[in-house]
Every structure is written in structure tokens, then in C-alpha cells.
């Protein structure tokens, strides 16, 4: 499989059509995905596909081409950041628990994957996965509406104590609950007049007593930017 990744990956072009990669954003992010390169390297992690290249190869803008890095130090800088860069960086596992473990130790807590042919063993990984957002043969598995993009409780993809950064959680942060409970009594008068009643509020006289007749209480929410 993972033979099958590097080529694939090998076969990709710098540019923005279909089959292609597009260029780093700006001249300080090509610089720090290429330091998470150089130092992986530095540090005895195996190059299966060098991407460097590109940084210098194009006449204009800031390039890196695809990388795929192969770990063996679970501590490896490379394997444990986000470097936000076309770097896939790799590690090879005994056990599907010793994988599961690993990956839960990411503080990041946003999202997961597993790509298999068999729903059992999708299952068993959906199941014990520590992230917000669990892929089954989805790399990127960010949900349709009405659920929102964002991570697990206790990880670093919360906004504090939040809920998801969008969606339903967006509206919770950016807002402020204001509750307005009302209740009215009609004027005098309203409502049929001396002696009568519309049945829908209004002045009933009974008896030589006057008796208010009130609306039904009104609750509303207000939220406020």
C-alpha cells in the first residue's frame, strides 16, 4: 500500500489542474514545511518520496512537492504537528490496538480515519477512535450540514470548553442569551365591553365586581451578536 502511495504521489505535477498540486500560500509557510522536512531527515527518518525539489524548480511562487516520510520514533516532531503542507508522514504498527492507542494520543482530537473493505473492522475502529470526526475510507472526514467541523472535548480542536467551532456551536460563542418572560392585561374596556367578555381576555363585571382578565404569559428568546 504503501508503495502504491509514492507513486501515485509521485506522479503528480506542480499547478492546479486535475492531477496536479497547488503552490504554499506564502513564502513563510514553504519555509517552515521545508524545515519539518530538513529535520526529519536529520533525525534518521527515511525519505520515501523528497518533495523539495519544487522549491526551487518553478519560475515563480512558493512550491513543495509531495513528501512521504517513514517514522520509526513515535516521538518524531514531523509525525506529532500539524505542518499544513502536502508532507504525509508514516508509521508502521503491530497490532490494530497498538494503532488505535497511538493515534489517541494526539492532543489534536479532530479527526481520524480508517480504510478498510470489511464493516466489521470499520466498526471496531469507529468505536475506540479519541476524535470528533471519524472517517471510514474518507481521509478528510468533514461532515455535511446540520453537523458541524471541529473536535473531541478535552483536546486541542475545542475552542476551550466549547462545542464545534461551526455550526450550532459558531451561533453559541458569538451570541449572547437574553430571556424576556411578559405578561399583559388588557385595558379597560376590551373585550366586550360592561358585563361581557370576548373569552379572549378583556374586563368581565360579575356581581358588582370588576375582574381583569389577562393573556396567556408570553415567553421569548432573543440572541444577540
Not at 502504491?4 to 505535477?13: D, M, R
Not at 498540486?21 to 518520496?49: F, M, P, T
Not at 471519524?134 to 475552542?159: A, D, H, M
Request: aromatic fraction near 8%.
Amino acid at each position: 500500500m504503501i508503495n502504491a502511495i509514492v507513486s501515485k504521489a509521485q506522479a503528480l505535477l506542480p499547478g492546479v489542474a486535475p492531477g496536479h498540486v497547488g503552490a504554499i500560500i506564502d513564502h513563510a509557510s514553504q519555509q517552515r514545511i521545508l524545515g519539518y522536512i530538513n529535520e526529519a531527515e536529520k533525525e534518521g527518518v527515511k525519505l520515501l518520496l523528497d518533495g523539495r525539489g519544487w522549491a526551487t524548480s518553478q519560475e515563480a511562487g512558493t512550491w513543495v512537492g509531495p513528501t512521504v516520510l517513514m517514522h520509526s520514533n513515535k516521538e518524531d516532531k514531523a509525525l506529532k504537528d500539524e505542518i499544513f503542507g502536502p508532507v504525509l508522514s508514516v508509521i508502521e504498527m503491530q497490532t490494530w490496538d497498538e494503532a488505535i492507542a497511538y493515534e489517541n494520543t494526539n492532543p489534536h482530537g479532530n479527526a481520524a480515519c480508517v480504510y478498510t473493505t470489511i464493516g466489521a473492522h470499520a466498526a471496531y475502529f469507529e468505536t475506540k477512535f479519541r476524535a470528533g470526526m471519524i472517517g471510514v475510507n474518507v481521509g478528510v472526514p468533514v461532515p455535511r450540514e446540520p453537523f458541524s467541523f471541529g473536535g473531541l472535548f478535552g483536546t486541542q480542536s475545542k475552542y476551550g470548553c466549547m462545542v464545534d467551532i461551526t455550526g450550532e456551536g459558531c451561533l453559541e460563542f458569538v451570541t449572547n442569551k437574553r430571556k424576556i418572560t411578559t405578561k399583559w392585561a388588557f385595558p379597560f374596556g376590551v373585550g366586550g365591553g360592561e358585563g361581557g367578555g370576548n373569552g379572549n381576555g378583556g374586563v368581565v363585571v360579575g356581581q358588582g365586581q370588576l375582574q381583569e382578565q389577562h393573556a396567556p404569559d408570553r415567553a421569548s428568546f432573543v440572541g444577540a451578536m
